[in-house]
């Protein structure tokens, strides 16, 4: 593998805008939104995927063409709508794999995992990347060196700053937080900051911890990641505990917007450029 | 009131105040800079520790005070906030503004779950009118309520994907506070609740005579029963709103008033509040030492039920069968000419039903009837949801029939003995130890966790011959205790919460041949014997005398028929989940029909829930297509319209 450079990145972006030109043989379909993210990223022919009102909500990018079929809930997804966009191609995940023997009644199923007990995702996104792009026929290294050239060059602008703790609110009272083996956990660590948060997690989340945790870190940047449910807005704004806290008082909160928390390369990227720019402004 | 009551509660009292003074003196320390840390640590103790000490104490009180209010009223020792669909009420309207209308819940999350907490027992009080408060009735259309709710509530959360750790928090009741306000409204509702209990004392004494007996003695029986609800409801539907679903202590906190040896309704009445502030005040505090840090090993609401399981059924022990409740109820008095007949009508609409599901549908562009490469497309795939849902709901008729036959109690149903969610805990447990396990090994673990349950229901049914009382608590409880360590798990969230939460909606979307073949099969072989079984069902309803005097065996019938519902009940919620209503609705829907003798009723029960559970499965797939909804709640959309309907037919007997 060649040395990434700013003209590969930028060759690779090139790639991506020309996307819908360059037609991929084979029609692909995923359950998984981690798979959706990189498929698309990658290019290929995607002719159906799950949730895609939530996925535009959360996910956000990239964006998903209005030639996708929605396959409905990730949960549940509808087989007969997926027979009929006659996918060659299914990827799927281990969070769905009870769906596997319903899929390879369609199509042949390749399945990876990204998220398990005691993985490292950031590198398991990558070998993901390479062996999706590698059985269509795509060009892999752009999205997985243009990751890594995205989050070096974001790493000079943040690298020494606090630690950070890096959240999702449940509800005014509760929070999940991500820990080392999760996606973010792993950026944040490509990025040179500390994540403040160093016990163990349960599949790189782990929820639900009382709000009142947040007095036990003092010094670290919080980094929300979206959405927040309606009525913690309305909390962040009143609740005298919330206000008293050192991070909030000094300005150290970081609403970062929606990210996929379960996503792949593209999500790390978005993780990573969101809490650049928050660092940046703060 | 006995000698027992003034030691427990004493006891009682001093250990709660132990535990509280240790929850203090333990609490973690802050870390960081000294000055900071002491601001911190005292906005902790006066905004959070002591606010969330008051609340555990007042919302124990009002669910004990609700709980004794409900059981008085509707003479039913198995009556709480949750039969009658309160709480799942009051969880729906949150859910629903959670994902549709925000707004509303910034504006007050109290006010949505308030709403919807009136909202159930007003539809529970209108369906039950006709019938004069009848307290069967009550109970039996609070939970088809809470059934109903529940399925929507999980439908809309599976919709919404992202928000669900929120709503899981809050629907296990977490204590958790940052601030005074849910403490003074809960003290406020406490306050004018109590107040209104004790002018109830009276007329509360003299219901326990009867109505008959209550009316001669001029009191006005329905206006009475209805203001005494309302009290209960509205203090249910306040703790509700302020920290979620807190399971079993207005179930228990009565009980455990009984044990103490209170027996006059007031001296329940006035224990029962003090009963349960104690119960949810030492599980808050043992939860917090137990946790060490800020953060809770598990929800409060969820842990009560949890320890609050194991000790009703300890408690159950000193119960003694106590009144009997007349298997009153439901049966519209109507029996068919020719049972057979009927019920080939039945199968032969069953059988259409079948054929409609196989080839109607939607795609992309619209509504189909599938013929031709279209319908060989889609059979793989649309063949064995239906068989799955047709045996399904075949077995869940017959095993509700089964316990409601065997029991003598129309209440009766899989989902309240507590088997289905006895699967969910085996379920959980293999996700837990497993990660991401194959299926066989969910299954597995589904089945041995379901048959557990049946054996613990049967060690403690053995012990008082299985008498239907004891039964159908020690069922409830067990049952209780299962859904919270399922919505412990599910709190937890991640992928292994998602799991478990498709298994609860009751999908059949992932049924292939092994399924569908395991249910035909389990079906048939299950079912086929239970017609030479038909002298039992007839003979046990009536009572363990005359069972025992028209030379049947009662007990060994009742173990048998005990096992056999088990079975039916675990194959059929491996399949389709535990919130399926047929269980409940099947059998009656059959009685009311006018199929009275045991051996039809089953039969005409069996068809039904098929053709019950056929249906739904045609309406989970079509009607917000492409997402699917759930087949769990289209089971109690579909079936519980129409027993409402019936059960209104029979006009006011007691009037």
Redesign the interface.
């Known amino acids: 593998m060649t040395r990434p450079s700013r003209r590969r990145v930028l060759a690779g972006i090139a790639a991506l805008a020309a996307m819908p030109a360059r037609a991929a043989t084979a029609r692909v379909a995923t359950l998984d939104w981690a798979m959706l993210e990189t498929l698309l990223a990658l290019g290929a022919d995607v002719v159906a995927a799950t949730e895609l009102v939530l996925f535009r909500q959360i996910a956000v990018e990239p964006p998903v063409p209005a030639t996708v079929a929605d396959l409905g809930l990730r949960g549940a997804p509808n087989f007969e709508m997926l027979r009929l966009a006659r996918p060659d191609l299914i990827f799927n995940s281990n969070f769905y794999a009870r769906s596997n023997a319903r899929l390879a009644l369609i199509a042949p199923v390749d399945s990876y995992s990204l998220y398990v007990a005691g993985g490292a995702p950031y590198a398991l996104a990558e070998a993901m990347t390479a062996g999706m792009a590698a059985r269509l026929g795509l060009d892999a290294a752009p999205l997985i060196e243009g990751t890594g050239e995205c989050l070096a060059r974001l790493r000079k602008q943040v690298a020494g700053d606090r630690p950070v703790l890096p959240i999702n609110f449940g509800d005014p009272r509760h929070f999940r937080v991500f820990g080392a083996d999760s996606m973010f956990g792993e950026v944040l660590a490509r990025l040179g900051l500390a994540n403040a948060w160093t016990q163990p997690t349960s599949y790189s989340a782990m929820p639900p911890i009382g709000i009142e945790t947040l007095a036990q870190f003092p010094d670290v940047r919080i980094a929300v990641i979206g959405p927040e449910p309606p009525d913690v807005a309305d909390m962040l704004g009143r609740a005298p505990f919330w206000q008293a806290l050192p991070q909030v008082r000094a300005g150290r909160v970081a609403m970062l917007g929606p990210i996929n928390p379960f996503g792949a390369l593209p999500s790390a990227v978005r993780f990573a450029r969101l809490l650049a720019g928050r660092l940046g402004a703060a | 009131m006995t000698a027992r009551a003034p030691l427990v509660f004493g006891g009682g009292i001093v250990a709660a105040l132990a535990l509280l003074a240790a929850v203090v003196a333990f609490r ?1 320390p ?4 000294a000055a ?1 840390a002491m ?2 640590d005292r ?2 103790f006066w ?2 520790l002591l606010p969330r000490a008051a609340v555990a104490l007042l919302a124990g009180a009002a669910l004990g005070l609700a709980g004794a209010l409900l059981q008085r009223i509707l003479r039913n020792p198995i009556a709480d906030p949750s039969t009658l669909g309160i709480a799942a009420g009051a969880q729906l309207t949150l859910t629903l503004a ?1 994902a549709f209308a ?2 509303l ?2 504006l007050s ?1 109290e006010g949505v779950a308030l709403a919807g907490g009136l909202a159930a027992v007003a539809i529970v009080l209108a369906l039950s009118w006709r019938r004069g408060l009848d307290p069967v009735t009550v109970i039996l259309s609070g939970m088809m309520l809470s059934l109903v709710a529940s399925a929507l509530s999980v439908t809309v959360v ?6 669900v ?2 709503l899981f ?2 629907g296990a009741g ?1 204590l ?4 005074w306000g849910p403490a003074v409204t809960l003290a406020l509702h406490l306050a004018a609740g109590g107040i209104a209990a004790g002018l109830m004392l009276r007329p509360l004494a003299l219901l326990g005579l009867g109505d008959a007996a209550a009316r001669g003695l001029g009191l006005a029986v329905q206006t009475f029963r209805l203001l005494a609800l309302l009290v209960a409801v509205w203090l249910a539907a306040a703790v509700t709103a302020e920290v979620g679903i807190i399971a079993f202590v207005g179930l228990a906190a009565p009980a455990f008033a009984r044990f103490c040896g209170a027996r006059r309704p007031d001296a329940v009445l006035a224990l029962s509040p003090l009963a349960g502030a104690l119960i949810l005040s030492l599980t808050d505090s043992t939860i917090r030492l137990s946790s060490g ?4 090993i598990a ?1 409060t609401g969820a842990a009560t039920a949890l320890l609050g399981g194991p000790v009703l059924l300890w408690l159950l022990r000193g119960v003694h069968g106590g009144r009997r409740q007349p298997a009153d109820a439901t049966v519209a008095g109507r029996r068919l000419a020719s049972p057979g007949r009927a019920i080939a009508l039945l199968a032969s609409v069953a059988a259409l039903l079948l054929l409609g599901g196989l080839v109607a ?1 939607r ?2 562009g619209g509504w189909h009837v599938a013929t031709g490469g279209l319908f060989l ?2 059979l ?3 063949a064995p949801r239906l068989i799955v849902a047709a045996a399904a709901g075949a077995m869940l008729a017959a095993a509700g029939t089964l316990l409601q036959r065997m029991t003598g109690n129309p209440m009766a149903s899989p989902e309240v003995m507590g088997i289905s969610a006895g699967g969910g805990v085996g379920l959980a447990a293999v996700l837990s130890l497993a ?2 396990p ?2 066989p090994t ?1 299954i597995a673990g589904m089945a041995i966790g379901a048959l557990a349950t049946l054996g613990i229901v049967l060690a403690i049914g053995a012990r008082s011959g299985f008498g239907p009382e004891r039964l159908l608590l020690s069922g409830v409880a067990l049952g209780a205790f299962g859904m919270s360590v399922l919505t412990t798990v599910l ?6 919460g ?2 478990l ?2 298994w609860l ?1 009751g ?1 059949t ?2 049924a ?1 041949p ?1 399924e569908a073949w395991t249910g035909a099969i389990a079906a048939a072989v299950l079912i086929a014997p239970l017609p030479f079984l038909g002298r039992w069902l007839d003979l046990l309803p009536l009572g363990d005398a005359i069972g025992a005097g028209l030379g049947l065996s009662v007990r060994r019938a009742r173990l048998v028929l005990a096992i056999v519902a088990a079975l039916l009940t675990a194959i059929a919620s491996l399949l389709v989940g535990p919130l399926s209503l047929v269980g409940l609705v099947a059998p009656h829907l059959a009685r009311l029909t006018g199929f009275v003798r045991g051996r039809d009723q089953l039969a005409a029960a069996v068809v039904i829930g098929a053709s019950l559970l056929i249906l739904a499965d045609w309406f989970s ?1 079509v009607v917000i ?4 909804v ?1 087949l769990g709640l289209f089971a109690s959309l579909v079936g519980g319209p129409y027993l409402i309907w019936l059960l209104n037919r029979g006009g006011n007997r007691h009037g």
């Open positions: 973690p802050v870390p960081g800079d900071l601001v911190l906005i902790l905004q959070s959670t925000p707004g819940v910034a999350r599976l919709a919404k994907g992202d928000y750790m929120s928090i809050w977490a958790d506070q940052q601030g840090g800020f953060g809770d929800p549908g795609d992309a497309d889609l793989p795939f649309r990660g991401f194959d299926p969910m709190a937890g969230g991640g992928m292994r998602y799991m939460l498709a909606s999908s979307n992932d292939g092994v797939r297509f492409p997402y699917q759930p």
